[in-house]
């Protein structure tokens, strides 16, 4: 059974920054790319990939985010973070942790909200 707990939301005026973590219940984490997905207030239909990393490490960025966004891994410990700097109104949404593929299995998410 998958288990995806994502936290480290929070308020935070733009420009400022947050660091999200994932601890991911996974068998085949390790071998598994991950990624963070988020949806924006007022579209509960959409989850957008902002970032995902290759089981090496090898990172890709969404547009909106790249340059502004890391993510990264410890297959060790089963762990994905997200670290955000520089944030923007644009980047408020509910923030998820899964697999890329995405697989229906989902966390609660952790809230990011940007607003001064």
């Known amino acids: 059974q998958v288990q995806l707990v994502e936290s480290g939301g929070g308020w935070v005026q733009p420009g400022g920054s947050l660091k999200l973590s994932c601890a991911a219940s996974i068998s085949d984490f390790s071998s598994s790319i991950m990624a963070w997905y988020r949806q924006a207030p007022g579209k509960e239909r959409e989850r957008e990939r902002v970032?995902?990393?290759?089981?090496?490490?090898?990172?890709s960025y969404a547009g909106s985010v790249k340059g502004r966004f890391t993510i990264s891994r410890d297959n060790a410990r089963n762990l994905v973070d997200l670290q955000m700097n520089s944030l923007k109104s644009e980047d408020t949404a509910i923030y998820y942790c899964?697999?890329?593929?995405?697989?229906?299995?989902w966390g609660q998410g952790t809230q990011v909200t940007v607003s001064s």
């Open positions: 899964n697999t890329f593929p995405r697989r229906d299995d």
């Open positions: 970032a995902f990393i290759g089981p090496a490490g090898t990172p």
